[in-house]
């Protein structure tokens, strides 16, 4: 996942209504918007927009289904949503491990990037 996509997906993911459709799709497999709408207590024209953000970010996908339009979940972009966070916190787990060992005064753990030896 590059950053523009990371960026995408995030603002997407910033919205409590684009949650909490994404938690309906999860949970209850492919909807209308009209189905969605009515637990959210919004207009299907106002689940329409948040759908098509949460498309264009690649976390749902459309297909028709005779006169409606049925919205899913796309779980290969979650899970590289996820895989890309996971990345992310290791490399702060590194940086943290050998800040905190500088701060002590003492090697890294093996294989973590420590402190310069000073004479």
Known sequence: MNTAAA???FAAL??????RLLDLLAEHGPA???TLATPLQVSR???NKHLQVLERAGLVGSA???REVLFAVRRIELDRCAAWLLERAKRWDRR???LKAAAENRP???GRPGPQNRS
Not at 14 to 19: A, E, K, L, N, S
């Open 14 to 19: 910033g919205d409590p209504t684009r949650q």
């Open 96 to 98: 943290l491990s050998a």
């Open 32 to 34: 209308s918007a009209t």
């Open 64 to 66: 028709r289904d005779g």
């Open 108 to 110: 890294a753990a093996p």
């Open 45 to 47: 024209q106002a689940v």
């Open 7 to 9: 960026t995408e997906v």
